[in-house]
């Protein structure tokens, strides 16, 4: 007898699949377990034929399982999935396409574009982002129009993950939807684009009344890398949220904005240490040298991480 005890076998795969015909429910749900659990190849076809049992407690663990797997075979039975009549069945399954990843899934979903439900549909552009297929482009274009606005979030996902510059209109037209969503997602999906058009839409987004969207703009127009928006992104330090004063603080240092120093050494007195930190860092990514007085005023700061970050700071300007 081995002094090592083997690993749990869970036999022969057709054996376990034999539980997928009995009449007990709960049999058939463990055998989708159990043969998810082999993490075989041939696991596939017995999940997905599981996905058509008549009890949705055994649809819902075959759903779930075959986000394990990856392919056609896995897309088309997931696509029964996501239009099932159980809505947590629905729902696993549309978590489960987000995991797929092979271009050739395409075929299955690209015809639920235009499902009569908007869960579907925004459920299928949800998994069309990551495949990132050049036949979603145009599905997704015409989303932007959809009724639904969760439709039209996941349609700005897709169009953002092609980074097309043809796409920057689209984009930019959805930066002004109606729906703070969509235009979040519009703003983040922006920073792809390295021109003056993809900065103007941050830069207008800096007055949008979500400070969400505000934030994101702030933070987008410095992955654009157009330094002439760093005016608007002064004028964003007095914002009312200070999440929309910290990423254009952090933003005006990535585009060493050297005409902002005199605004940024105003938030080094910030009541909220954050910010007093951020405006540090900022100065040490420009490393200006009119910000050195300023910086040295303030090493006795009261909170340690600030002050760790003016020392940092101070550094970089001897480094200048």
């Keep these: 007898m081995s002094a090592f005890e083997p690993f749990e076998s869970f036999g022969d795969i057709e054996d376990i699949a034999r539980g997928l015909a009995s009449a007990d429910a709960s049999v058939r749900r463990l055998a989708v377990i159990d043969i998810a659990e082999t993490a075989s190849p041939e696991a596939v076809e017995y999940l997905a034929s599981a996905v058509a049992d008549m009890e949705p407690e055994v649809r819902f663990q075959a759903v779930r399982a075959l986000g394990e797997f990856d392919g056609l075979i896995v897309a088309h039975a997931l696509v029964k999935g996501v239009v099932d009549a159980d809505l947590d069945v629905a729902a696993a399954a549309a978590d489960s396409l987000v995991e797929i990843r092979e271009p050739a899934a395409g075929e299955a979903l690209l015809p639920l574009v ?32 959809d009724s639904d606005p969760a439709v039209r979030v996941q349609a700005v996902g897709v169009i953002g993950y092609l980074k097309l510059v043809e796409t920057l209109p689209s984009l930019i037209r959805a930066a002004r939807d109606e729906n703070a969503d969509v235009r979040l997602a519009a703003i983040n999906a922006l ?27 702030a933070e987008s127009i410095a992955r654009i890398g157009q330094a002439s928006s760093s005016l608007s992104l002064r004028a964003a330090l007095h914002d009312a949220y200070w999440q929309v004063r910290q990423k254009a603080l952090q933003s005006l240092g990535k585009l060493k904005a050297g005409d902002a120093v005199p605004d940024i050494v105003a938030v080094l007195d910030d009541e909220l240490p954050s910010l007093r930190k951020e405006a540090a860092a900022a100065l040490g990514d420009i490393a200006d040298p009119r910000a050195r007085d300023a910086l040295t005023q303030r090493v006795s700061d009261p909170d340690p991480d600030v002050r760790k970050t003016i020392i940092w700071a101070l550094g970089q300007l001897r480094g200048a």
Excluded: C, M, Y
């Design 114 to 145: 235009a499902h009569a439900s908007a869960f579907v549909r925004a459920a299928i552009f949800r998994s069309l982002k990551a495949l990132r297929i050049p036949e979603a482009l145009g599905p997704a274009v015409t989303a932007l129009s």
């Design 191 to 217: 920073a792809f684009a390295r021109n003056s058009a993809a900065a103007q839409a941050a830069v207008d987004a800096l007055a949008d009344t979500e400070w969400q969207v505000r934030a994101a703009a």
